[in-house]
């Protein structure tokens, strides 16, 4: 190893070209599926996005406390969307789970909870439109409010968007899969519709996101709740089951989160 050693040329395969890539979004509130189909989304020129980041320690004022207990370090990103300005409506109408439309809502307002809505994901591949190379996983994306004008030439609508949770890198020949049941009370054994793949060594640095090897996140969210709660022990995986310690509550719903060999 030298000072002056000279590197290679990138062979084809490892240039990217993201007019070859494919976006798609998994919404989170959809009714329960094994798998959750994902919504294929046209006309994205670009998705940025900045390094995950802590925000301020969460505090809490006790009584009979002579000051504030921290609860942890919290986390977040933000990024941009770029999309074409008459693609944006039909992206954000995917994201919303709404009917944009004449037979529906013809209105839709650019304000947005602040809860997730969706996975993205981007599958980056070859000209031929077939070869995966890799694909990047925006996991639980929220909406920042925006709006947006005219300009001269091509019109691009940018649409903020955050998430608490870290972004990260599939290899090729893998995909994102969701998976969402109904709890019962009773159940403790779900049925994956495949055998999740090993994901993170859980030694790496993951900002406290990554609970289980193979699993992105196991959510349980409850009748009413606005979204689910990341489940931190009391769940395991053998093959394409899904174990709970102590069964979910009735009428709760159950998302999870992982990846599998790409069918």
């Known amino acids: 190893m030298s000072i002056k050693d ?15 890539t494919l976006n798609r979004i998994f919404r989170l509130e959809t ?3 094994a798998p959750v189909s994902p919504v294929n989304i046209g006309g994205i020129r670009e998705i940025t996005a900045g390094p995950l980041k802590p925000q301020i320690n969460r505090q809490v004022f006790p009584e009979n406390c002579y000051g504030p207990a921290d609860l942890g370090c919290l986390y977040h ?3 941009t969307i770029r999309i074409e300005s008459g693609c944006a409506g039909s992206f954000m109408s995917s994201l919303l789970g709404c009917n944009w439309s004449t037979a ?7 304000s947005f909870p602040d809860f997730p809505l969706a996975v993205l994901e981007s599958v980056c591949r070859r000209e031929d439109n077939e070869t995966h ?7 639980d994306i929220m909406l920042r409010n925006f709006n947006f004008g005219s300009v001269p030439g091509e019109e691009i609508v940018e649409i903020p968007f955050y998430s608490r949770h870290s972004a990260f890198l599939l290899c090729a020949g893998t995909e994102t899969v969701l998976d969402k049941f109904t709890g019962d009370g009773e159940t403790t054994e779900f049925t994956l519709s495949a055998a999740p793949l090993n994901l993170l060594d859980p030694n790496s640095f993951s900002a406290g996101d990554w609970d289980f090897d193979n699993l992105v996140y196991v959510k349980i969210k409850q009748l ?10 009391g769940v395991s995986v053998n093959g394409s089951t899904l174990l709970f310690d102590n069964p979910p509550p009735v009428d709760s719903q159950v998302s999870v989160l ?4 790409t069918g």
């Open 224 to 233: 009413n709740a606005l979204s689910g709660t990341r489940q931190r022990d």
């Open 77 to 79: 990103y933000a990024g």
């Open 6 to 20: 000279q590197l290679e040329t990138p062979a084809p395969d490892k240039i990217v070209n993201g007019t070859f």
């Open 104 to 110: 529906g809502y013809s209105a839709m307002a650019l």
């Open 31 to 33: 009714p329960p599926a």
């Open 258 to 261: 992982y990846a599998r060999l």
């Open 133 to 139: 190379l890799f694909s990047k996983v925006y996991q």
